[in-house]
């Protein structure tokens, strides 16, 4: 199968997956794959300055420990303030706190949003050199798709939970109603 075959199999997986747990382990297992890359992670926006771990692949268990633990929180965040719209290729020494692996020789960041807000930042990492400048392409459309399923069950769930609250407004409303004719009926 070719690159073109494998990323149209990978986006088809993803959008089809309805478990947003799911969905996120595809992303980064997909771009690993996809990038012959040797690590992968995302990092959930929590919110305008915090990023959790959501999963890691191929990492070392320190690093991942020490990400966990947030030790790339400012990283994160100052690259999130810059509003990133593309893969952001890391030089080797560049990495800093934000690293899967120990010896790592290529990086990039590819910031994964909708047209107005960041969802994540996916890390993909490489003990080659130079491994992906020439996937730029490949990447814009992965995180796009990733972006796009992402976003639609996080809406289903808000959706979903706005309902139960509703529910629950309208079940309080029929018990005063049932009581208030109780006292006065």
């Known amino acids: 199968m070719n690159r073109t075959e494998s990323l149209v199999e990978a986006l088809h997986e993803i959008s089809g997956e309805d478990d947003l747990e ?12 996809l990038l012959s890359a040797d690590a992968g992670a995302l990092f959930r926006r929590v ?10 692949y191929g990492s ?16 994160l965040t100052d690259l999130a303030a810059a509003d990133p719209r593309w893969p952001l290729f890391l030089p080797e020494g560049d990495l800093g706190e934000l690293r899967l692996l120990p010896d790592s020789r290529s990086s990039v960041l590819v910031p994964i949003r909708t047209e ?4 994540a930042f996916l890390l993909i990492e490489s003990r080659r050199e130079d491994r992906f400048e020439a996937d730029q392409k ?3 459309v ?8 992402i976003n639609r069950v996080q809406l289903l769930r808000y959706r ?5 609250g509703l529910l629950v407004s309208a079940n309080a409303v029929a018990v005063g109603q049932i009581a208030t004719s109780f006292i006065h009926g």
């Open 22 to 33: 799911r969905i996120v382990d595809l992303v980064v297992l997909h771009a690993v794959d």
């Open 47 to 56: 919110n305008e300055t915090t990023f959790s771990l959501w999963v890691a």
């Open 60 to 75: 070392d268990d320190g690093l991942v420990q020490a990400l966990r633990a947030g030790v790339a929180q400012a990283r």
């Open 116 to 119: 107005d807000r960041l969802i």
């Open 138 to 140: 490949l990447l814009e």
């Open 142 to 149: 992965f995180a796009l798709q990733a972006a796009v399923s």
């Open 160 to 164: 979903e939970e706005t309902q139960k």
